[in-house]
T-cell receptor
Framework: NAGVTQTPKFRILKIGQSMTLQCAQDMNHNYMYWYRQDPGMGLKLIYYSVGAGITDKGEVPNGYNVSRSTTEDFPLRLELAAPSQTSVYFC????????????FGQGTRLTVV | AQKITQTQPGMFVQEKEAVTLDCTYDTSDQSYGLFWYKQPSSGEMIFLIYQGSYDEQNATEGRYSLNFQKARKSANLVISASQLGDSAMYFC????????????FGQGTRLTINP
């Protein structure tokens, strides 16, 4: 069981560069999420999706874009990287059940220099 | 807006003792869910336990139990018979009782178990 798979695990970007963080899940979950975790802090929701073709903003969406063309994949795009986007990024998914837990990927550690 | 507060930045406990990690929350919603996640030093997020706002009994999962006091808006995690492997960051989170689990997390408590 792969669960939620994120790539890459680590990345260093220069200011102004762009990149896409990949996320794939094999559990056929409707809901998928992107969170960021700054040092010493809890996770904050960036974007989420309730199904293919449907996405919505979370608490901290500025500087990011997402798309959901399939149930399995939910990539996160950074267009113009800034030092404030240095963080650990977690992708997660959950089924359409009341109170169901979210399953998290291993995280992507991104540093913008 | 929902808010989670964890007031203990760090906790130190002797192995085999029980430990309580505090969590208070604020919401105007009548229906909500409360979650606890564990984050070891390796960084992954591990689900521990869930409590729905309408659940009358406190949730339990093995050595983990959730002390839910709705009137006080608290959802403390109790770990019985702590083990060295329990050393980690612990996050309390809140979300809806159904649908997309758009979670709001607290800042976390770092638990260290001493041998």
């Amino acid at each position: 069981n792969a669960g939620v798979t994120q790539t890459p695990k680590f990345r260093i970007l220069k200011i102004g560069q762009s990149m896409t963080l990949q996320c794939a899940q094999d559990m056929n979950h409707n809901y998928m999420y992107w969170y960021r975790q700054d040092p010493g802090m809890g996770l904050k929701l960036i974007y989420y999706s309730v199904g293919a073709g449907i996405t919505d903003k979370g608490e901290v969406p500025n500087g990011y874009n997402v798309s959901r063309s399939t149930t399995e994949d939910f990539p996160l795009r950074l267009e113009l990287a800034a030092p404030s986007q240095t963080s650990v990024y977690f992708c997660a998914s959950s089924p359409n059940l009341g109170g169901a837990e979210a399953f998290f990927g291993q995280g992507t550690r991104l540093t913008v220099v | 807006a929902q808010k989670i507060t964890q007031t203990q930045p760090g906790m130190f406990v002797q192995e085999k003792e029980a430990v309580t990690l505090d969590c208070t929350y604020d919401t105007s919603d009548q229906s909500y869910g409360l979650f606890w996640y564990k984050q070891p030093s390796s960084g992954e997020m591990i689900f521990l336990i869930y409590q729905g706002s309408y659940d009358e009994q406190n949730a339990t999962e093995g050595r983990y139990s959730l002390n839910f006091q709705k009137a006080r808006k608290s959802a403390n995690l109790v770990i019985s018979a702590s083990q060295l492997g329990d050393s980690a960051m612990y996050f309390c989170a809140m979300g809806p009782n159904q649908g997309a689990q758009k979670l709001v997390f607290g800042q976390g408590t770092r638990l260290t178990i001493n041998p």
